[in-house]
């Protein structure tokens, strides 16, 4: 089995014919959910709990993988800002070794980010974010029982890089599911960086998804099993999935309706949090994608500058963004 940090270094190196072959091998990378499940992971990621605080009616469940066991600041500051509007932090902590939770915790305090009341657990890299959740939503289960909001969300929206009216929204959505955007590509979901579930309809629905849902390993598999399957899991049972920032809004607010070359109206196929990340920005949307600034792959040349720009406006500095993007 490759090391993760193999892995993620082999990913990042792009050399995509080899990490097919080898995905395959390791990970059973699969459109056959009958093939996919013979590669999935039978047990748990086996939740170990560093710090528990208060837990109440409204829950945060924020994934945040550390590899080689060093935090970064953007799940500490998610959870401070939903800790503001009445949200109970819980912090899943994966990594493949536990991390030394006393120092990341200092770093934490100079960065002038305390941790609060945030429950803390620690668990190894099983199944991705999703992984985490289903062992979250096992472990939390009393808690659950009774809980009226639930929050999912992971690092790969960086921020909040400015104050804004996002998480207020929170408070006031309706019943349902709801997520930051939407996606049409290969079946209408919720992108899964921020969801909630509101209302006990929403948050039983949503464990009745996590009990069924298996591990996986793979990326398109939990793509495809998880995050595609868990909108249309309530899609199919009547339950409303909403988006904050619609799709047709944001091409509307970018006042484009052909991209690259594609026909008229492709806005649905896009990836919102790459394509419209300073419109979202614009609209109040506090965050934009990790992998958008790790890798461009709309080849910006100012990418950084139009972020920078959008953050100045509403008198932040660019040195904020830097201290979310390096380890603690």
């Given at each position: ?110 960065e002038g980010a305390p941790l609060g009341d945030a429950t803390v657990v620690w668990r190894r890299n099983l199944g991705r974010d999703f ?10 289960g009393d808690e659950l029982s009774a809980a009226e909001r639930v929050f999912l969300g992971n690092d790969g929206l960086i921020g909040p ?168």
């Amino acid at each position: 089995m490759l090391a993760e940090g193999h892995r993620v270094e082999l990913e990042n190196m792009g050399k995509k014919g080899l990490r097919r072959r080898l995905d395959t091998f390791l990970h059973g990378k699969t459109t056959d959910r009958r093939k996919a499940r013979l590669f999935r992971r039978s047990t748990t990621g086996s939740l170990k709990l560093i710090r528990r605080g208060p837990i109440g009616a409204r829950i945060a469940f924020i994934s945040t993988f550390w590899p080689g066991g060093n935090g970064r600041l953007t799940p500490f500051a998610l959870a401070a800002a939903l800790a503001g509007v009445g949200f109970s932090p819980v912090l899943i902590v994966t990594a493949g070794r536990m991390p030394d939770f006393d120092a990341v915790f200092a770093k934490l305090a100079g960065e002038g980010a305390p941790l609060g009341d945030a429950t803390v657990v620690w668990r190894r890299n099983l199944g991705r974010d999703f992984g985490g959740y289903k062992d979250a939503f096992h472990f939390f289960g009393d808690e659950l029982s009774a809980a009226e909001r639930v929050f999912l969300g992971n690092d790969g929206l960086i921020g909040p890089l400015f104050p804004s009216d996002y998480f207020q929204r929170l408070q006031q959505s309706g019943p349902g599911l709801w997520g930051a955007t939407e996606s049409f590509d290969h079946a209408y979901h919720l992108q899964s960086s921020h969801l909630l579930f509101s209302g006990r309809d929403a948050v039983e629905a949503a464990r009745a998804f996590f009990r069924q849902y298996d591990f996986y390993d793979h990326r398109a598999n939990v793509i495809r099993y998880g995050e595609l399957e868990l909108s249309q899991w309530f899609v199919e049972r009547h339950i409303p999935v909403t988006p904050y920032y619609p799709a047709e809004l944001l091409a509307a607010e970018k006042k484009c309706d052909t991209v690259s070359g594609r026909k008229q109206g492709a806005w649905y196929a896009l990836n919102a949090q790459h394509y419209y990340f300073d419109t979202l920005m614009s609209l109040g949307c506090p965050f934009v994608k990790r992998e958008l600034l790790a890798l461009n792959p709309l080849q910006l040349p100012d990418l950084y500058e139009r972020v920078f720009a959008q953050m100045e406006q509403r008198g932040q500095s660019a040195d904020l963004l830097y201290r979310h993007l390096r380890p603690l």
